[in-house]
């Protein structure tokens, strides 16, 4: 049964089990090669209505799956890598993230770091709140700003992670792109013995891509399901 | 176009990459909590058959892609983690293979060793033929055994992940189970750059897995195919 406000986790991973490609950098913030990870994205017409370019774009299953992910959404969480700027304090001149004056976003949106800032007010709605105290004041600052709608976790491979290990992602749709990157961002990694089951929810294919969409039981949850506590 | 004689790759994957589970053993031979990839394939109608058991048995979806899979195949290449027994010499009373008397592959069996050994026939047409000189001789014999039929790469990750690297593999069908394993033999890894291109062939989603199918195109190929060469 659903239940309201879900942490949803939405990822493009290669076949090879990688999010971004080897050597990540300012130049290559998805490191190299991983740009073609989102060639399917990019070309979509619900991608660039977001990006804030109306103008033609593609429709279809992916644009479809897309629209679907973005819909009842209230708030954004993502790692201080995702964000981008380097590691480190943030300096005099700090890093306002990929995305420009007018970000894709449109929502809160919360950043994971070790370096305190002040919230920063973008265009269109978007503001980035940076979140020094762990993942689950993340999700709880998250919820209480998406009044009621969902929340997505937007990466990257770190952040996903320990969201993942701490049983606290309700959905997890992957993109899986017909690519071997060989190397760089795995998704899956360290995970070791999880406390979740994951059961499929469907499975798309598109052009250039399949939609691996899951929902991840707790075992807490199944325990409570059998009558074993 | 489809050429004679492919070389196909066929196995089941957890959906973090994995295709055994941590500490594999003779006890474990898949590794801890690996036998739960395949329960899939175990109460399948074509598996039982295969296996010398005719009574039952699930049809439908993942029965019809196990029976594509097993047709029109002439011979099978394995690695000797697969066959089993340890690793180093064959040593007095050498290892048969985890199948018994009657292996479930019916036809010639290549199998990747460094340690010299005699062909092995078993009952029901399983030979099993001991291949010390790598893995372009294991494949041209097994095309040879094959007689113009198909050979099937059955794994593990290493000897998969050298015929890969040396584009060698025609198509590829990966099962996708939902599980998430957290640790043990992955299916990719050390890859580095390849020279290879996946197109995928289709998807089919099945109860408890997702069969993802590519062909994979060499870069020799596809110079060819725009003229650059």
Redesign the interface.
Known sequence: MRKDEQLRFNITMS???YVAGPNQSVKHPLGEGGDRLHDWAFKLKSFREMHGDGSGGETGTNDDIVRETFANLGATIMGRNMFGGGPGPWGKDPWKGWWGDNPPFHAPVFVLTHHAREPLAMQGGTTFTFVTDGIESALKQAKKAAGGKDVMLGGGAKVAQQY?AAGLIDEME?H?V???L??GA???DD????G?R???I??V?GP?V?H?K?RIVKEADLALASGAV
Do not use: H, K
């Open positions: 076949l090879d089990g993942l992957i899986v017909p690519l071997l060989g190397g795995r998704l899956f995970l070791g013995r999880l979740v994951l059961e499929p469907r499975t294919e250039g399949t691996l899951y």
